[in-house]
């Protein structure tokens, strides 16, 4: 069983910057592939970012094309965290932000594919 505890969220102004760090429980870590997933108000959950298990700080990662080139995953695996940093921040990336990790595969993109869950962070922009 693993836990995951998501935090950093908060309100922000558009063009700013947040980071949310994810900590996760148990001694096995780095073998968990990891995600951020995110969900607005009236949608469904969103793929935000994912890094591959295993990889420390050079893992292979995977973002949604609305967050390419703004938001970059990484995750330490000697401090089992896994963060997500958010530049550039749009009104449109408000929602909130859960941390999943997936025991199964070596990177996951779907949430169907992710075992243990977050509580959620909630991220707003303003604009």
């Known amino acids: 069983q693993v836990q995951v505890v998501e935090s950093g969220g908060g309100l922000v102004q558009a063009g700013g910057s947040l980071r949310l760090s994810c900590a996760a429980s148990?001694?096995?870590?780095?073998?968990?592939?990891m995600g951020w997933f995110r969900q607005a108000p009236g949608k469904e959950r969103e793929f935000v970012a994912a890094?591959?298990?295993?990889?420390?700080?050079?893992?292979?990662?995977y973002y949604v094309d609305s967050v390419k080139g703004r938001f970059t995953i990484s995750r330490d695996n000697a401090k089992n965290t896994v963060y997500l940093q958010m530049n550039s921040l749009k009104p449109e990336d408000t929602a909130v932000y859960y941390c999943?990790?997936?025991?199964?595969?070596?990177?996951?993109?779907?949430?169907?594919?992710?075992?243990?869950w977050g509580q959620g962070t909630q991220v707003t922009v303003s604009s």
């Open positions: 148990g001694r096995t870590f780095s073998s968990y592939a």
């Open positions: 890094i591959s298990r295993n990889g420390g700080r050079t893992g292979r990662t």
């Open positions: 999943a990790a997936d025991r199964d595969y070596d990177l996951a993109l779907s949430w169907s594919e992710y075992d243990y």
